[in-house]
Nanobody, 115 residues
């Protein structure tokens, strides 16, 4: 059974940083296309960052230059480094593997930016 587990969320002041991690497990499962989504209260879930199997990345305009997605294929891990955090980054962050429709989701980790 495939499982994605996020960690690293928390409470941070504006301008601060957090690093989210996503650990994937499951027999013979590997992350092909990895992504981070977020959902703020009252809003739809949105794509934050995506990384392909070859390491190409793309970002939502709102996080470009502040967030960095990365992966460690040997460990089957994915990361989201978030710098210069703003209150509007407050949301539940979800990792996704292999597609939003037919892929797999983690349970989410709360990120709150306030100060």
């Amino acid at each position: 059974q495939v499982q994605l587990v996020e960690s690293g969320g928390g409470l941070v002041q504006p301008g601060g940083s957090l690093r989210l991690s996503c650990a994937a497990s499951g027999s013979a499962f590997t992350i092909n296309i990895g992504a981070w989504y977020r959902q703020a209260p009252g809003k739809q879930r949105e794509l934050v960052a995506l990384i392909t199997g070859g390491g190409s990345t793309s970002y939502a305009d709102s996080v470009k230059g502040r967030f960095t997605i990365s992966r460690d294929n040997a460990k089957n891990m994915m990361y989201l480094q978030m710098n210069s955090l703003k209150p509007e980054d407050t949301a539940i962050y979800y990792c996704n593997a292999n597609g939003a429709v037919s892929g797999y989701w983690g349970q989410g980790t709360q990120v709150t930016v306030t100060g």
